[in-house]
């Protein structure tokens, strides 16, 4: 990829993005842990993103987009959208660059994330999750301010930064048990994750994971075009999961790569989180345990070389402890 190819914009993601994106990402975070987890006399890889410094895997794609903006983009600032986790990644990095932030978040997202996203200096812009477009509000920002818009998913940059956490675990587990990664099953929202994954383990099955009313993704797929939240007010603890629809970029490469996955309910969630506080003893939030919660439930298989995204742990404490009491 030449010069010109990696600063543009329309361009797609492809695995070339995501190597630079892996080096530029090795150099400023250590690894996160890949931990087993026995269920079923079977061990799966969980890739423990809740211990970013952000508590999620957004930090990647953040730190790739906004370290590659010139000088006259960062004078301008940027903009992103996000429930939380994205907005927590951007306002990082922003501020470890000198770059203003501008977050457009659900008046609804959770406390935590509110108060994470404005103590790391972003400016925090809410709207209304059900009866707002965050998309056309960050549209009219940027045309007003020359900002930058920074979106969740929808970025060659985003998504190849996501994917740097497949080329971290493949390494990882090849160190473990001497073999490639044969399987992901991820989180999915927008999409982002999955379609970096995806490029950055060409090899590997993919397999995704949504709340149940949030299914858009495998809605998507399996009629072969984008298709919208069909109930922008289906109720879910899995905010981090709650995109209104999939962005052509990413759909241009799940429909190429995924090859199956699973809705999953809110108990099928709450027992995920259990697990994970229980034998890993990790913190992880209801959209951060949606992929272990679809191999819990059995609504996923595993092999003995899966790798289990748990991509976020920016829970509020009632949340968390609702959930593990259920």
Request: net charge negative; glycine share 8%; charged share 20%.
């Amino acid at each position: 990829m030449t010069e010109q190819e990696l600063l543009d914009p329309t361009r797609s993601p492809r695995r070339e993005g995501v190597l630079r994106a892996a080096e530029k990402v090795a150099a400023l975070l250590p690894p996160t842990p890949l931990l087993p987890l026995e269920l079923d006399g079977r061990t799966i890889w969980c890739k423990a993103e809740v211990l970013q410094p952000v508590g999620a895997f957004k930090i990647r794609g953040a730190w790739h987009r906004l370290s590659d903006l010139d000088e006259a983009q960062r004078a301008c600032g940027v903009v992103g959208v996000s429930s939380g986790n994205h907005a927590q990644g951007v306002a990082w990095s922003a501020r470890r660059l000198g770059i203003a932030a501008t977050i457009i978040m659900p008046s609804n997202a959770p406390r935590a994330k509110l108060e994470a996203t404005r103590a790391l200096g972003a400016q925090v812009v809410l709207y209304d999750r059900a009866r707002e477009d965050r998309d056309a509000i960050a549209a009219q920002m940027t045309a007003q301010t020359g900002a930058t818009l920074v979106h969740a998913y929808g970025d060659p940059w985003i998504i190849e930064g996501q994917g740097t956490l497949a080329i971290e675990a493949a390494a990882q587990l090849r160190a473990r048990i001497g073999r490639e990664p044969d399987r992901f099953v991820t989180c999915c929202g927008g999409g982002g994750l999955t379609a970096g994954v995806a490029l950055a383990c060409p090899d590997a099955e993919i397999h995704i994971a949504e709340p149940e009313g949030w299914d858009d993704v495998l809605r998507s797929l399996a009629a072969g075009e984008i298709l919208p939240v069909a109930d922008m007010t289906y109720p879910t603890d899995c905010d981090a999961l709650q995109t209104p629809r999939t962005f052509p970029i990413n759909f241009a490469v799940l429909r190429e790569r995924v090859s199956g996955g699973a809705a999953v309910t809110r108990a099928d969630v709450a027992a995920a989180m259990r697990l994970a506080f229980e034998k890993l003893h990790l913190v992880v939030e209801p959209g951060g345990a949606a992929a272990l919660a679809a191999v819990l439930a059995g609504k996923v298989d595993a092999t003995d070389a899966t790798i289990v995204t748990l991509s976020g742990g920016n829970v509020d404490r009632e949340t968390f402890l609702r959930l593990l009491a259920d």
